[in-house]
């Protein structure tokens, strides 16, 4: 079994930065394809960004490209999401995601294990 926690949400402005951080534990996650989804109020949760078990290869939704970047530190059992030009569309809880399968699988709903969530609030 895993656990997922995340920290780092916030308030923010807009045009802002906000880094997310993904702390595993129960075993490694070292295995595992990781991920970011979203869900802000009155929405369904979204998928925004996954990286394979490797750090080697990345997905991103459409939505957040060359503004988000999904990385991963398998020595330390962390998945993390940097933010920059935040929006206020961007606002939302975010949730870190694991998955057995691919990246690819992940991002569209192939998740295992989900954390609790975090909240983001951009402020215009």
């Known amino acids: 079994q895993v656990q997922l926690v995340e920290s780092g949400g916030g308030l923010v402005q807009a045009g802002g930065s906000l880094r997310l951080s993904c702390a595993a534990s129960?075993?490694?996650?070292?295995?595992?394809?990781m991920g970011w989804f979203r869900q802000a109020p009155g929405k369904e949760r979204e998928f925004v960004a996954a990286?394979?078990?490797?750090?080697?290869?990345?997905l991103y939704a459409d939505s957040v490209k060359g503004r988000f970047t999904i990385s991963r530190d398998n020595a330390k059992n962390t998945a993390y999401l940097q933010m920059n030009s935040l929006k206020p569309e961007d606002t939302a809880a975010y949730y870190c995601?694991?998955?057995?399968?691919?990246?690819?699988?992940?991002?569209?709903?192939?998740?295992?294990?989900w954390g609790e969530g975090t909240l983001v609030t951009v402020s215009s």
């Open positions: 990286i394979s078990w490797s750090g080697g290869s990345t």
């Open positions: 129960g075993r490694t996650i070292s295995g595992n394809a």
């Open positions: 995601a694991a998955g057995r399968s691919s990246k690819y699988s992940l991002s569209i709903g192939g998740v295992d294990y």
